[in-house]
């Protein structure tokens, strides 16, 4: 396998939370994978993958900004309201068109859903088989559960389902960056954000999707108080939540009715534009 294609694979959901200063950030404790990942990043961080070398050209987010996509390098400001970067549009496609990823012709009747599971230890949806039962009501949504695990689910599968989604849900997590590989008509639903406001909704922007989260925090629940494992103070990321139903599907029905715009007017046109 090409070095650059076998290096993004066994960094796709490690490679956005690398800064030269602080290495990796976000690891899960619980994942017992996490201390081979990070060795094998640490040796390899300044080899040059796809152009760009990982150690400098790939640090994740500067004052909660997605920094080298917005960023001028000299100023270490971001440009404000920047809306479909160029620089994230260009290695989106570029990966897309390297990997050979084809984009199935999509249904016009249909929008392609996929619930991205956790089987992590907190974030998860303690209520997901209920969320899951009434999706499949929907007569036009083609539901999908997956957890991308590399192990289990190789990595070229996962671009390729990520790429054949109308609208991407899950909690808030690093896998969220497959909001990367979505169609250009594309929706991104971080179902919750547990209080990190800016990370997937400045990406989503960026990558030009759009980008939908919970609202009324008194429809969602915590299972229990999360605590910071190190710190061992309160902190939102680290338990799991449940949501309302009736909220959960209206959040749904709307977005799918604008993604299905979204689709419409992209193929009836060929360039979308907002």
């Not at 200063?21 to 994978?33: K, P, S, W």
């Not at 080298?68 to 897309?96: D, E, N, T």
């Not at 229990?224 to 710190?231: A, I, N, S, V």
């Amino acid at each position: 396998m090409d070095l650059r294609i076998y290096c993004w694979s066994r960094l796709h959901q490690l490679i956005l939370r690398y800064t030269p200063t602080t290495g990796l950030t976000g690891l899960d404790d619980e994942d017992d994978d996490d201390e081979d990942e990070k060795r094998w990043l640490n040796k390899t961080a300044g080899s040059p993958i796809f152009g760009f070398s990982l150690r400098q050209g790939l640090e994740p987010r500067y004052g909660y900004q997605w920094s080298p996509l917005v960023k001028m390098r000299s100023s270490k400001k971001s440009v404000p309201g920047c809306y479909r970067s160029g620089l994230m549009q260009a290695f989106s496609k570029h990966l897309i068109k390297r990997l050979n990823i084809t984009q199935e012709i999509p249904e016009e009747s249909i929008v392609r859903v996929t619930l991205l599971s956790r089987t992590t230890k907190h974030r998860r949806i303690v209520n997901e088989d209920e969320l899951i039962k009434a999706m499949k009501t929907v007569g036009y949504f083609r539901l999908r559960v997956v957890d991308y695990k590399y192990r289990d689910f190789p990595f070229l599968e996962q671009i390729e389902s990520s790429h054949n989604t109308d609208i991407f849900i899950g909690m808030h997590g690093s896998g969220l960056t497959h909001l990367l590989f979505l169609p250009d008509w594309g929706a991104i639903f971080e179902i919750y954000n547990t209080e990190d406001e800016r990370c997937y909704k400045d990406l989503a922007r960026l990558r030009g999707v759009e980008y939908l989260t919970w609202q009324d925090s008194t429809k969602v629940w915590k299972e229990r108080e999360g605590l910071h494992p190190q710190m061992g103070t309160p902190h939102a990321k680290f338990t799991n939540y449940s949501f309302d139903l009736l909220e959960f599907m209206s959040l749904m029905m709307s977005l799918g009715d604008r993604v299905q715009q979204r689709k419409a007017a992209y193929f009836s046109q060929r360039i979308f534009t907002t």
